[in-house]
């Protein structure tokens, strides 16, 4: 179940490098990481729920890509007010 779910993006320069859709608390550490799609790591807790999911390439970010993720991992799919800042990015 997704709760406190936001989105924080990292800059450079004022450059996007990278985006993080915390699906959980970020206190929760990631034991393990799976590429789930071209551009999006899925992290997961010690007991296997997912936690979080990269996006390694915010230039090609896709919400149906990142969907159907959601999907695989049995979670209600992003909205585009979701991720919206990374979409005007």
Request: charged share 20%; glycine share 6%; proline share 7%.
């Amino acid at each position: 179940m997704m709760r406190n779910k936001y989105l924080h993006l990292s800059y450079s320069n004022g450059k996007l490098l990278a985006g993080y859709l915390y699906l959980e608390d970020p206190s929760i550490k990631s034991v393990r990481s799976r590429e789930a799609e071209a551009g999006l790591v899925v992290d997961f807790a010690a007991d296997g729920h997912p936690i979080g999911i990269e996006i390694t390439s915010p230039a090609q970010f896709s919400l149906d890509a990142l969907n159907r993720v959601m999907a695989s991992l049995n979670l209600a799919p992003a909205s585009p007010t979701d991720v919206a800042p990374l979409i005007a990015a």
